[in-house]
């Protein structure tokens, strides 16, 4: 029988999802070369041993404000949906259309496991901030399983929500406590299940996903959260 996938071990795929020369993430090895995109998308594949078969995951990187002349600031404005009218119809526009190809992009990885995995095999995505709001879209829109990690409310994605009530894949999100981006629940929502992270961290330490790895690792402040399975009651 195949052990569950800690909490802890999704954290440390999606800090190894930011940095392009993670090829091994403690058991796990990444399958090909990360994918990095124009759009600002970046993700890939890691997969380990598990009971008889392997674990899949993939795991994409969250806002990076200096990479590609800001296109994943772009992204994150689409998770607003229309409201982002309210700014602009230009930032609207490309803040869906950006965010809809880093999606795609996403989905790509997703089908690209899917083809070579064997029987046995378990597929999971995860991200970070903006990444674990692509994430819980792919999980929605794809069934596949997912852990999201200080990432935003997306139901104001067009389709997503009924994606999600359509396919009932399993998804939880790891809020942490005064983290800025759970502002974006004014606007939208998040999918399946929220597990709050009470840390103590305030401003952008408390959206740090290495301080939150940190936090749940055998020594942190929260390693028995750092420890349980994401989707057990």
């Given at each position: 029988m195949p052990a569950f996938i800690p909490f802890r071990?999704?954290?440390a795929?999606?800090?190894?999802?930011?940095?392009?020369?993670?090829?091994?993430?403690?058991a796990y090895a990444r399958f090909g070369e990360t994918d990095q995109r124009m759009s600002g998308f970046q993700g890939a594949i890691y997969r380990a041993a598990n009971g008889g078969g392997l674990d899949?995951?993939?795991?994409?990187a969250g806002t990076q404000p200096t990479d590609t002349g800001g296109a994943d600031l772009v992204a994150d404005a689409g998770f607003g949906g229309g409201l982002s009218t309210i700014v602009s119809p230009l930032v609207a526009l490309a803040g869906t259309a950006v965010l809809w190809h880093q999606i795609a992009c996403a989905e790509d990885l997703v089908r690209n496991a899917r083809a070579v995995m064997g029987r046995g095999d378990r597929l999971y995505i995860t991200?970070?901030?903006?990444?674990?709001?692509i994430a819980q879209c792919v999980a929605a829109?794809?069934?596949?399983?997912?852990?999201g990690i200080s990432a935003?409310?997306?139901?104001?994605?067009?389709?997503?929500?009924?994606?999600?009530?359509?396919?009932?894949p399993r998804i939880t999100c790891l809020k942490v406590r005064n983290d800025p981006i759970n502002h974006t629940g004014m606007v939208g929502n998040w999918?399946?299940?929220?597990?709050?992270l009470e840390s103590p961290r305030t401003?952008?330490?408390?959206?740090?996903?290495d301080q939150t790895l940190a936090e749940l690792k055998p020594a942190g402040s929260f390693s028995t959260l750092g420890a349980r399975d994401p989707f057990a009651a």
């Open positions: 071990s999704f954290a795929l999606c800090v190894a999802a930011y940095d392009i020369q993670a090829s091994a993430v403690g899949w995951v993939v795991a994409v991200g970070h901030s903006l990444g674990g709001g829109r794809m069934g596949v399983d997912a852990v935003p409310a997306v139901t104001r994605v067009t389709g997503v929500e009924s994606a999600y009530l359509r396919n009932r999918l399946g299940r929220v597990v709050p401003g952008g330490d408390a959206h740090s996903i």
